[in-house]
T-cell receptor
Framework: GQQLNQSPQSMFIQEGEDVSMNCTSSSIFNTWLWYKQDPGEGPVLLIALYKAGELTSNGRLTAQFGITRKDSFLNISASIPSDVGIYFCAGQGTSGTYKYIFGTGTRLKVLA | NAGVMQNPRHLVRRRGQEARLRCSPMKGHSHVYWYRQLPEEGLKFMVYLQKENIIDESGMPKERFSAEFPKEGPSILRIQQVVRGDSAAYFC?????????????FGPGTRLTVL
């Protein structure tokens, strides 16, 4: 089955630093999504990517859909303490389906 | 406009008991999806329902698990004769239409602990 490898698994950074994380797939995806999950809550959609090569921003967040359609990255610029949480990538493997395959998450901790 | 509601937020059961998890979709949403999240893992799709219909249950374990979304009332995920391995966070999401990639909104989850 399709798998998503997300890295790094966890990271500690200083407030103000930029953060980069990525997701790679064993097969092609048609859509990439990035979510943030706060402790004890459900995931919240941050960015959705629909086309290979697409680069999309949402405030301090920027995500790109890799040209090969097998990877995506998420950058957070000038991190702040409230960026702490778990960031998940999710992919949609077959056009028109509603099922997402989720990565295992990157746990981000920001040191003030 | 209330978001997706799930209750209870935390549920503790002993092995062999039944667990019933409820999900009320957002107003105007008639499509519900259930996901399971094991500790330190991502969410895994379980089942997709519309009102009174199970559309896709390919992610549901074959035994002990069932789901429904009646014409009136919340969607229910039922786990019979729970075992320790059922301990996880269960999330539901709802969307206004099917296949709405970026229109699935997640609830806060129910954290099930089986003793």
């Amino acid at each position: 089955g399709q798998q998503l490898n997300q890295s790094p698994q966890s990271m500690f950074i200083q407030e103000g630093e930029d953060v980069s994380m990525n997701c790679t797939s064993s097969s092609i995806f048609n859509t990439w999504l990035w979510y943030k999950q706060d402790p004890g809550e459900g995931p919240v959609l941050l960015i959705a990517l629909y086309k290979a090569g697409e680069l999309t921003s949402n405030g301090r967040l920027t995500a790109q859909f890799g040209i090969t359609r097998k990877d995506s990255f998420l950058n957070i610029s000038a991190s702040i303490p409230s960026d702490v949480g778990i960031y998940f990538c999710a992919g949609q493997g077959t056009s028109g389906t509603y099922k997402y395959i989720f990565g295992t998450g990157t746990r981000l901790k920001v040191l003030a | 406009n209330a978001g997706v509601m799930q209750n209870p937020r935390h549920l503790v059961r002993r092995r062999g008991q039944e667990a019933r998890l409820r999900c009320s979709p957002m107003k105007g949403h008639s499509h519900v999806y259930w996901y399971r999240q094991l500790p330190e893992e991502g969410l895994k799709f379980m089942v997709y329902l519309q009102k009174e219909n199970i559309i896709d249950e390919s992610g549901m374990p074959k035994e002990r698990f069932s789901a429904e979304f009646p014409k009136e009332g919340p969607s229910i995920l039922r786990i019979q004769q729970v075992v320790r391995g059922d301990s996880a966070a269960y999330f539901c999401a709802s969307s206004p239409t099917s296949g709405s990639i970026d229109e699935q909104f997640f609830g806060p989850g129910t954290r099930l602990t089986v003793l």
